[in-house]
């Protein structure tokens, strides 16, 4: 942690003010101007290495970061190599642990090496992992095919199909080896299910054993830190391909990890030697996005229920995927009615035909672009059968509701009333 970090924090901790709200301070958390020549923005620290004072400063430093002594009461991590710590990156990464209350935070190139890393870490051969079902389709693949290279196997389970799912799914597990650890990702990607995280939990915790806990990590990349808060309902770790809403302009590649210190510090020095942390550039864009995250996440929440309702009219859209539109009775109700505080701002919906009545409505689109990702400014829409779950069996799809039909989109600042105009005439093309 920076020590503008330790600062900030000692001051939000001391006596009974009032605490500021997160979005307040996304300006300045963790990070001290005079420390930088009074700089009101933090500097973009590129360097790949750090001066130490003396030798004996050197000398401890390495002993804290290679774990060869337990660090003081008041001692942080030095700042060593850009490897190991970068003062943009700590800084970051104090301001991240906020809105999901996290006690640690660790910042990586991409939400893929925040994923393999989190799971090389914690999952060991011979370890079992039992997942949600639909996942993004880079996760799919990980878990697929190269996990299993290093003795770790893994079975899914439906995100919609509730705790029976969750149960079915384990007395598959048991025969197979040790429960290493559950991943979820609520809501899927790209149909928008809900995975009970508090009923993961407890499966968990049923599983484990003296000196070999169960951890359940979230891929919370759909709802953000601010529309769904994992940790809160049991989850050990939360992950953000911080590409998405974190980073919002289509313009960065970022991934984060999110939970206790001492999870966080075990996948914190296996992305050390592997690698795969954030470069100060990005730690830098991060920052500036974060200021305004609430700004867009809320204007992207509020044009999604517009666009939302007028496709639930469409007479050329047959099904469509929105958490705005749960209703009580609905299996799915009663989750999101615990877990999440929005909807969020993605949108899935089935044309009436398949897939080329499906690429007539993308090919048509003039405001909204044709793009994967999601969670940026500008609104994105494409087509996962082919094209982000394109590794998925056409077997597999079906069965997880990824049907031929499927449009995913992503909603983003516009005008709503632009973004339902261009949705009308490009569905009128089909």
């Given at each position: ?13 001391a006596g009974p003010t009032r605490q500021p709200h997160p979005e307040s301070l996304m300006m300045s958390y963790g990070y001290d101007p005079h420390r930088s020549e009074g700089a009101l923005k933090s500097p ?321 689109l003039k405001l909204v672009k044709l793009a994967v990702s999601l969670g940026g400014t500008e609104s994105l829409a494409e087509h996962p059968a082919t094209m982000t779950h394109a590794d998925v069996s056409a ?36």
């Amino acid at each position: 942690m920076s020590e503008g970090g330790r600062e900030q924090r000692d001051q939000r901790g001391a006596g009974p003010t009032r605490q500021p709200h997160p979005e307040s301070l996304m300006m300045s958390y963790g990070y001290d101007p005079h420390r930088s020549e009074g700089a009101l923005k933090s500097p973009i620290f590129q360097t790949s290495t750090f001066v130490f004072k003396t030798a004996e400063e050197g000398k401890a430093f390495f002993e804290v970061a290679y774990g060869l002594r337990e660090k003081g009461p008041s001692e942080a991590l030095g700042l060593i190599y850009s490897r190991l710590n970068n003062p943009d990156l700590e800084i970051l990464e104090d301001r991240l642990t906020l809105w999901d209350q996290a006690e640690a935070c660790a910042v990586f190139e991409s939400g893929m090496a925040a994923i393999a890393t989190t799971l090389l870490e914690l999952l060991s051969p011979g370890d079992l992992l039992l997942h949600s079902e639909p996942l993004y389709g880079g996760t799919e693949y990980l878990l697929g095919h190269i996990l299993p290279r290093f003795g770790i196997q893994h079975v899914g389970f439906r995100a919609d199909g509730g705790v029976g799912a969750l149960r079915e799914a384990l007395a598959r597990v048991a025969p197979l080896g040790r429960l290493g650890a559950i991943f979820v990702e609520t809501p899927a990607n790209p149909t928008n299910a809900l995975v009970d995280i508090a009923a993961c939990r407890a499966l968990a915790d049923a599983q484990a054993s003296p000196g070999a806990t169960v951890p359940v990590i979230v891929d919370n990349t759909f709802l953000g830190p601010l529309w769904q808060h994992p940790l809160q309902h049991g989850a050990d770790l939360v992950i953000y391909s911080a590409t998405k809403f974190l980073g919002g302009h289509s313009d960065l590649i970022a991934g984060a990890c999110l939970g206790s210190r001492a999870l966080v510090e075990r996948v914190r020095t296996l992305r050390t030697f592997l690698g795969t942390m954030a470069g100060p550039w990005t730690g830098w864009l991060l920052m500036r996005s974060l200021e305004t995250l609430k700004l867009r996440m809320t204007c992207q929440m509020k044009n999604a229920r517009h666009v939302a309702d007028f496709l639930a009219d469409h007479p050329k859209v047959q099904r469509l995927y929105y958490l705005g539109h749960l209703r009580e009775g609905d299996p799915q109700w009663a989750i999101y009615r615990q877990q999440c505080l929005a909807p969020g701002s993605v949108i899935a919906f089935e044309v009436v035909g398949g897939e080329a009545e499906a690429f007539r409505l993308l090919n048509a689109l003039k405001l909204v672009k044709l793009a994967v990702s999601l969670g940026g400014t500008e609104s994105l829409a494409e087509h996962p059968a082919t094209m982000t779950h394109a590794d998925v069996s056409a077997e597999q799809q079906r069965a997880l509701g990824i049907e031929p039909a499927l449009v995913r989109l992503s909603v983003g600042v516009e005008h709503p009333d632009d973004l339902i105009a261009d949705l009308a005439q490009a569905l009128a093309v089909v």
